[in-house]
């Protein structure tokens, strides 16, 4: 059994790329609560095509891949917080509007490029081939997502639930939302060109997903999606070891299952007191 588990760990890439599973994992999952429950699940698969266009201006003028993207979600974020801020268009409708705008950019941009086999790479990720970068990047990230949200939780719980109430007692809502758009942003382009789109739209929104249907409070929603999202990340990258499968892939199929799991057995507990 220990070798069975230590195994994979002989080799250096393997163990990277289960820490940058891992971290993915917590920084991901410990924001999904938030996007999950403010109804925001569609802004981390828009923000994840909204770079295209940063990343494609990056590689032309030569700085890195990160940087461009960085920006690019910086813009994206700003902009669905400017268009949404008087609620005189819906926040699924400026994403929508800026997902397809910049995404198409993106397209357009790309296509002018002789050859982008390189930038197609960044795009997709691959959890098996993170640098030691990555893997620091990944980490900082975490800590920030954690430090943040541990910082910041009463004044993301009153903005999620009760924004008049936010108002009244001297916060502000939009700085808050700002806030947790930027850190969305960051989060998504940390995991994005490490792990892939994929696993990182997965984590941002199945965790949350899962523990919603197991516990009730905003904390132990929190809690449990971050104990979902590591024990699908090792899970995952187990079986994919093992049974010769896509890490990426692997990962998002084990956090499936456990909603699965997770939806059935809310059904059965509803019938039982029914």
């Not at 940063?54 to 891949?65: Q, R």
């Not at 809502?173 to 947790?180: K, W």
């Not at 940390?190 to 009730?216: C, D, E, K």
């Not at 909603?259 to 039982?272: C, E, I, T």
Request: charged fraction near 10%; charge should be positive; aromatic fraction near 10%.
């Amino acid at each position: 059994m220990v070798e069975w588990i230590t195994e994979p760990l002989r080799y250096g890439f393997a163990l990277r790329g289960l820490l940058a599973g891992v971290l993915a994992a917590v920084a991901c999952a410990a924001l999904s609560g938030f996007v999950v429950w403010r109804g925001m699940s569609f802004i981390g698969d828009a923000i994840a095509h909204s770079i295209l266009p940063g990343v494609v201006v990056a590689f032309v003028i030569g700085v890195s891949l990160f940087i461009g993207a960085l920006v690019a979600a910086s813009l994206t974020a700003l902009g669905i917080g400017i268009l949404t801020r008087h609620k005189s268009i819906r926040e699924d409708t400026a994403i929508g509007v800026m997902f397809t705008g910049l995404f198409a950019l993106g397209i357009a941009l790309l296509s002018r490029l002789a050859s982008y086999s390189d930038v197609t790479h960044i795009l997709f990720g691959n959890i098996l081939g993170v640098s030691r970068s990555d893997v620091i990047v990944l980490l900082l990230i975490a800590i920030c997502v954690v430090v943040v949200i541990i910082a910041f939780y009463k004044e993301l719980l009153v903005t999620s639930f009760d924004p008049g109430h936010s108002v009244a007692i001297g916060l502000s809502p939009e700085l808050v939302r700002y806030g947790l758009l930027f850190l969305i942003a960051i989060t998504v382009v940390a995991g994005f060109q490490s792990v892939g789109v994929v696993l990182v739209l997965a984590l941002l929104i199945t965790p949350a997903a899962t523990a919603s249907l197991l516990v009730n409070r905003l904390t132990s929603v929190l809690i449990v999606s971050v104990v979902v999202g590591v024990l699908s990340a090792v899970v995952g990258f187990y079986a994919s070891y093992y049974l010769d499968v896509a890490s990426g892939a692997s990962i998002v199929l084990v956090l499936s299952v456990l909603f699965l799991f997770a939806y059935v057995g809310s059904r059965v507990r509803h019938r039982r007191v029914a």
